[in-house]
């Protein structure tokens, strides 16, 4: 039972141009989303988030936008740069369970070419 | 800086043996996690503490077992090593109530022959 899906393995642009990974979710109860950034031999690091209240969230060159009705969220990378090849997770929680706990996608590996 | 240690980098065990795998960090963090990252199944929970002494079961937890006697410190156990486990491991931190933002180590990439 996936919650929370990224169903492109893989996405290649061209420098300069803009880059946009979808994750969809199945679970209502999500309240919090991250995306997080993946460098071979590397622990991810975090990226950008949006909390269910907003529709957008902006941090220089990465948008994330959220459409609950939808249950689908996307990061818009603009412009795109070699250094951002990497594999991309997005991530959902619930705040109130106080956990912490978050529920990664399977991961989008962007390639972007010079 | 914040940070997260894993204490290897690259593991290789045989079948049936106990594996520890450690995890510190310096950021006062009452949440500690254990992943596992395998290709086209992104980061699976293996088990999560938001305490000392305490642990919670994540999604993947079977043969699997954990140890957190001191807030830093989140340790991973491996009682009988078996080549399914092969596999990257991540640790990683959270703050209680914070902004849900979690730190993560290098990875310990195990291979079980």
């Known amino acids: 039972d996936q919650q929370v899906k990224q169903n492109s393995p893989s996405l290649s642009v061209q420098e300069g141009r803009i880059s946009i990974l979808n994750c969809d979710y199945t679970?209502?109860?999500?309240?919090?989303f991250l995306w997080y950034k993946k460098y071979p031999a590397e622990g991810p690091t975090f990226l950008i988030s949006?909390?269910?209240?907003?529709d957008k969230n902006e941090d220089g060159r990465f948008t994330v936008f959220l459409n609950k009705s939808a249950k689908h969220l996307s990061l818009h990378i603009v412009p795109s740069q070699p250094g951002d090849s990497a594999v991309y997770f997005c991530?959902?929680?619930?705040?109130?369970?106080?956990?912490?706990?978050?529920?990664f996608g399977q991961g989008t590996t962007l390639q972007v070419k010079p | 800086d914040v940070k997260v240690t894993q204490s290897s980098r690259y593991l290789v065990k045989r079948t049936g043996e106990k594996v520890f795998l450690e995890c510190v960090q310096d950021?006062?963090?009452?949440?500690m996690f254990w992943y596992r990252q395998d290709p086209g199944l992104g980061l699976r929970l293996i088990y999560f503490?938001?305490?000392?002494?305490?642990?919670e079961k994540g999604d993947i937890p079977e043969g699997y077992s954990v140890s957190r006697e001191k807030k830093e410190r989140f340790s991973l156990i491996l009682e009988s090593a078996s080549t399914n486990q092969t596999s990257m491991y991540l640790c990683?931190?959270?703050?209680?109530?914070?902004?849900?933002?979690?730190?993560f180590g290098p990875g310990t990439r195990l291979t079980v022959t």
């Open positions: 990683a931190s959270t703050q209680w109530g914070g902004s849900y933002e979690q730190y």
């Open positions: 679970n209502s109860m999500f309240d919090y």
């Open positions: 949006i909390s269910s209240i907003k």
């Open positions: 991530a959902a929680s619930v705040i109130s369970s106080n956990t912490g706990k978050l529920i």
């Open positions: 950021m006062d963090h009452e949440n």
């Open positions: 503490s938001y305490d000392v002494k305490m642990k």
